[in-house]
């Protein structure tokens, strides 16, 4: 082909260039096809009837429906007034704070931090010592005082503002992409706040949620967190996504007997063999007692 042929079409292709495609996750797993979509349904439900909903999570719940009412959905039903919604900056900040520690310590850190400093214009301008003080009770201090000032300093720069509410007009991948600009805010994270402050439809993989789904052969074994978190997303229907989550969650918090974990000895091994009955999730575990 003669050379000014080519550069003509090179000038047409710049001048016209092709709209950007979609970014879908490839299934790390794509031919391990579980779980289905009645084994979802199946465990929500034995998960409903033990635990009931998990009252943590039921303001979120209330601001999805209300959510999908608003966008037309009938079935929508509003049980009771709605609680204020967190903003995006503070889910992120409280998700932050939740790693590698327990539920407690993290909720400690975040009231810490909102006492010691009110506005995040405050957090931004405080020394890192006091900054880490106030966050201290919830474990990795410093590490996580360092990702706080950071993710604020970066948006400031980039938004002039230090808010986080624009991204509720962006779509899923464009959130990811957003956040995960972001040093330290990892798949797990970005998860949480899609789900409880974007009421978009995702699955976050968290210790229990990783553990219980290995252990009912969800994905492979030698499956990691992140490529769990990846196929689980393929797999689970989007409107069963927010109410398994949190009850897989609350699940993992309460009940060791579908994780079959080491260490257990005496009294507390007894126990658990004597109520293992209770636990709905063994009959989908290949494990005995």
Same mark, same amino acid.
């Given at each position: 082909?003669?050379?000014?042929?080519?550069?003509?079409?090179?000038?047409?292709?710049?001048?016209?260039?092709?709209?950007?495609?979609?970014?879908?996750?490839?299934?790390?797993?794509?031919?391990?096809?579980?779980?289905?979509?009645?084994?979802?349904?199946?465990?929500?439900?034995?998960?409903?009837?033990?635990?009931?909903?998990?009252?943590?999570?039921?303001?979120?719940?209330?601001?999805?429906?209300?959510?999908?009412?608003?966008?037309?959905?009938?079935?929508?039903?509003? /049980?009771?007034? #709605? !609680?204020? *919604? $967190?903003?995006?900056?503070?889910?992120?900040? %409280?998700? +932050?704070?939740?790693?590698?520690?327990?539920?407690?310590?993290?909720?400690?850190?975040?009231?810490?931090?909102?006492?010691?400093?009110?506005?995040?214009?405050?957090?931004?301008?405080?020394?890192?010592?006091?900054?880490?003080?106030?966050?201290?009770?919830?474990?990795?201090?410093?590490?996580?005082?360092?990702?706080?000032?950071?993710?604020? /300093?970066?948006? #400031? !720069?980039? *938004? $002039?503002?230090?808010?986080?509410?624009?991204? %509720?007009? +962006?779509?899923?991948?464009?959130?990811?992409?957003?956040?995960?600009?972001?040093?330290?805010?990892?798949?797990?994270?970005?998860?949480?706040?899609?789900?409880?402050?974007?009421?978009?439809?995702?699955?976050?993989?968290?210790?229990?949620?990783?553990?219980?789904?290995?252990?009912?052969?969800?994905?492979?074994?030698?499956?990691?967190?992140?490529?769990?978190? #990846?196929?689980?997303?393929?797999?689970?229907?989007?409107?069963?996504?927010?109410? +398994?989550?949190?009850?897989?969650?609350?699940?993992?918090?309460?009940?060791?007997?579908?994780?079959?974990?080491?260490?257990?000895?005496?009294?507390?091994?007894?126990?658990?063999?004597?109520?293992?009955?209770?636990?709905?999730?063994?009959?989908?575990?290949?494990?005995?007692?």
């Amino acid at each position: 082909m003669p050379k000014s042929r080519k550069r003509k079409q090179q000038a047409e292709a710049d001048h016209n260039p092709k709209p950007p495609t979609k970014s879908i996750p490839k299934d790390p797993y794509p031919n391990h096809a579980r779980p289905t979509r009645e084994e979802c349904v199946s465990v929500r439900d034995d998960l409903l009837a033990l635990h009931g909903f998990p009252k943590e999570f039921a303001k979120y719940r209330e601001q999805r429906l209300s959510s999908q009412a608003s966008n037309g959905h009938d079935n929508a039903v509003i /049980s009771e007034p #709605l !609680e204020e *919604k $967190e903003s995006v900056l503070d889910g992120l900040v %409280r998700t +932050l704070l939740s790693q590698n520690t327990t539920e407690s310590n993290s909720l400690r850190a975040f009231a810490s931090l909102k006492s010691a400093f009110p506005t995040w214009e405050e957090v931004l301008a405080a020394d890192s010592q006091s900054l880490e003080s106030a966050i201290r009770c919830g474990g990795l201090a410093k590490t996580k005082a360092s990702c706080i000032k950071n993710m604020l /300093s970066c948006l #400031l !720069e980039k *938004k $002039e503002k230090l808010c986080l509410e624009y991204l %509720r007009d +962006l779509s899923v991948d464009e959130i990811k992409a957003e956040l995960s600009h972001f040093k330290g805010i990892g798949p797990k994270t970005v998860a949480c706040v899609l789900m409880f402050q974007l009421q978009q439809d995702d699955f976050p993989v968290d210790t229990h949620v990783f553990e219980i789904a290995k252990a009912m052969a969800w994905v492979p074994v030698g499956a990691d967190r992140n490529k769990t978190y #990846l196929h689980l997303n393929q797999w689970i229907p989007d409107e069963l996504k927010f109410d +398994l989550n949190c009850l897989l969650y609350t699940h993992g918090k309460l009940c060791r007997k579908c994780i079959k974990k080491g260490g257990s000895t005496g009294k507390q091994q007894e126990k658990e063999s004597e109520d293992s009955n209770s636990c709905p999730l063994l009959r989908y575990c290949n494990i005995k007692y």
